[in-house]
């Protein structure tokens, strides 16, 4: 049995998870682990050798495990892990992280407008058919390339500061969130469709937004949420035979598989 997380965002002062360990009860009862992406920040900061240990800590957590944990990279960690994607459940299963949605990586970041073009002139670079492998090779680098900002702060108040000014100021950049929350499922299940046709599921993460969704392309996508509040996350477990969508709780400051949302049948 395989469980699949997302947007832990370790190090980042808004996440719920200050220790790794609060983790372990996820893994109890799973052969194997997906971290979905955003796992940490290992993008240039103000704060150099926080980073470095965020990074040493999660290594070392890592290691210590007793079942191996597969870790796919995100906008926030995208040099974290060669690995950008996953077919899984003989290719029924389409992992990623969900930054190739939007044509700018993060539609609601202050950011966006020079990641718009930068991806445009990168794909026309690129050429005709571009392949899913190329495209992401493309955000990943324009994605190291950008610095941390509010995720480096240590100081509560000026973290709180720099939050707004990164992701709701102005405040109608708020609309552009709730676009791309809108929108997420269908320009998900659209780059499914063309890149992994055989998907009938697509999981993802990135807009911690948790939820399921059946689209007219016939793909349900699943967006495991994130560890940051306030919007809660959720995990994928993955059987020989069955696709399950758990809740995630939290109890005594750590995180456990919760109730049942939806199940699913894999096609054999």
Known sequence: MIRIISDIHYG??????????????LFEGANSVIFNGDTLDTRHGPNPLKTAQDLAQMNAFLAGLKIPVTCITGNHDPDFSSIHHLNLAQDQVFVMHGDL??????????????????????????????????????????????????QAEKNSVKYAAKFLKDTAWPPWRL?????????????????????????????????????????????????????????????????????????????????????????????H
């Open 175 to 267: 609309l552009y969130m709730l676009n791309a929350w809108r929108c997420m499922p269908k320009q998900t299940a659209q780059i499914s469709a063309l890149a992994r046709p055989r998907a009938r599921f697509v999981i993802t993460g990135h807009t911690h937004w948790p939820g399921v969704w059946k689209t007219k392309q016939g793909i349900t996508v699943i967006n495991t949420g994130s560890f940051c509040p306030p919007l809660g996350q959720s995990l994928v477990e993955l059987n020989t035979d069955l696709l399950v969508v758990r809740s995630i709780k939290r109890k005594n400051g750590s995180y456990y598989p919760g109730k049942r949302i939806c199940e699913f049948l894999l096609a």
């Open 12 to 25: 980042d002062k808004a996440s719920g998870v200050v220790d790794l360990n609060q983790l372990l009860p």
């Open 101 to 150: 949605a939007f044509d700018s990586i993060v539609p609601w970041g202050k950011d966006a407008p020079m990641l718009r073009k930068q991806i445009k002139d990168g794909l026309e670079r690129l050429g005709a058919n571009v392949s899913l492998e190329e495209k992401l090779s493309l955000y990943r680098r324009l994605s190291k390339d950008l610095p941390q900002g509010h």
